[in-house]
């Protein structure tokens, strides 16, 4: 089934500018990209925005936040003429254009007319009370897709935290195929020092400036492994790593552990690695941790429940005038195992479309606290400059129709979160202790069934 370009919270598909603009009679104070952008701005606004906007709504709040752009300029006393909406949206374009050219000449040069135009813009976005609905800068909306598709840096390929007993430094994950895995680092190794200098009570921030580097330059680890300093150090040249959103790890009694991060650009693709190095191990039940996991895209929701999900809905998205598109699991799903989903109320978006379809489902259970509710969907649409709208286009539900928005999805098993918890460690993470608890009695059950 074609997929709908639709994102989630921090998730979105990008729509690419390609309408034609309303063209406006020329404002001398703005640019021909200036006036392209407010006129598609408010075109999608209008027509996009999964409920009816006010023309006058948006005209007052353009008119509000240039004012407010002026003031914070220094002008005090700044105020303009009132605007006044009518039903043609060419009309209505040129009124916010008129009012940059005025707020321009009051501006007396402290204000360009460029800014003017930004503010005009996010004065559209504001109108319809939406705290999804924004406008972001070129540098705001770079952001936003460095942390969905991830970045690229000069390093090993190690995630790493402190060690609370030793005070070291602890590889938490290593990166398959990185130059650390290559090296021969392994996960739970504790690094003791990086290039001569110790580790003891480093920060992870200061360690990992340390660890990155320029590509193809040498950093050299001295490792402790299971309570022994490793005779000689490891050597190990740097390369370009780029940002993964998933990891994942065997915990005991083969039960494999998967973190991800975001619902970015690639974790579909790296969830079917992890889930195949972990079968390559043996796994027999599985925890999904989606805690503080913001969301993502929606098509990256969908792969990620597939993998669990063998047949039947993922989550429906009902956009203005009520019309509903379902997406259905892509049939690439591993070998039913028992699976426990970890969430939290910092899990939104995508993740919670993942979480209520698994939960809808029957195919696992949830563990942790109730999650944030954002049951709302996306679009992004990118202006010519590098600056881009981000538009509420639509609601979503769960394979049972909920309606998850400002109510988020209660846990089968309710776990509050350990005080200064380390995720991924059992000792110091009561919630995944639960969830090993649950997944070991689980499989106690199946195997006494089997038998």
């Not at 599985?286 to 597939?306: E, F, H, K, M």
């Amino acid at each position: 089934m074609k997929r709908h370009p639709l994102l989630l919270a921090l998730a979105l598909v990008v729509a690419f500018l390609g309408e034609s603009a309303v063209h406006a009679a020329p404002t001398s104070a703005l640019s021909a990209t200036d006036r392209s952008e407010i006129a598609v701005s408010y075109a999608h606004l209008t027509t996009d925005f999964y409920q009816q906007v006010s023309p006058q709504s948006v005209l007052d709040s353009v008119r509000g936040d240039l004012i407010s752009t002026l003031r914070a300029a220094g002008l005090k006393r700044a105020t303009l003429p009132a605007l006044h909406a009518n039903g043609l949206e060419a009309s209505n374009v040129h009124a916010i254009e008129s009012e940059i050219a005025s707020a321009a000449r009051a501006g007396a040069r402290r204000v360009s007319a460029h800014q003017l135009a930004y503010a005009a813009i996010d004065g559209m976005m504001r109108s319809v009370h939406d705290r999804y609905t924004v406008f972001l800068t070129p540098k705001e909306f770079a952001e936003l897709n460095q942390g969905l598709d991830g970045g690229n840096f000069g390093g090993i390929g190690v995630v790493i935290q402190q060690d609370d007993r030793t005070h070291y430094i602890a590889v938490e994950n290593v990166i398959p195929n990185g130059p650390a895995d290559k090296a021969g680092v392994e996960q739970d190794d504790l690094i003791v020092s990086i290039d001569g200098a110790p580790t003891k009570s480093m920060t992870s921030q200061q360690a990992s400036t340390h660890l990155r580097g320029r590509e193809g330059t040498r950093v050299s680890l001295t490792i402790q492994r299971a309570g022994k300093v490793l005779p000689q150090p490891i050597v190990i040249t740097r390369a370009k790593i780029h940002d993964v959103s998933v990891f994942e790890k065997m915990l005991s009694n083969k039960i494999g552990y998967v973190e991800l991060t975001v619902f970015g650009l690639d974790t579909g693709s790296e969830l079917t690695d992890a889930l195949s190095r972990l079968e390559q191990q043996g796994v027999r039940a599985i925890v999904l941790d989606l805690r503080d996991n913001g969301g993502g895209y929606l098509d990256a929701a969908i792969a990620v429940s597939s993998k669990f999900i063998s047949s039947g809905p993922i989550v429906s998205v009902e956009e203005r005038h009520s019309d509903v598109t379902t997406w259905e699991a892509d049939n690439t799903a591993i070998s039913p195992l028992p699976l426990a989903v970890l969430v939290n109320g910092h899990t939104a978006s995508a993740s919670e479309i993942t979480s209520g379809a698994i939960q809808d489902s029957g195919v696992g259970t949830i563990i942790g606290t109730r999650t944030f509710g954002k049951g709302v969907v996306q679009t992004i649409y990118p202006l010519g400059d590098g600056s881009a709208l981000k538009i509420t286009t639509a609601r979503y539900l769960t394979p049972h129709n909920r309606d998850i928005n400002h109510l988020g999805i209660a846990p089968d098993i309710t776990v509050v979160e350990n005080a200064h918890p380390r995720y991924g460690d059992p000792p110091h993470d009561v919630q995944l202790q639960r969830a090993l608890e649950f997944l070991q009695s689980r499989l106690a059950q199946l195997s006494a069934e089997n038998s």
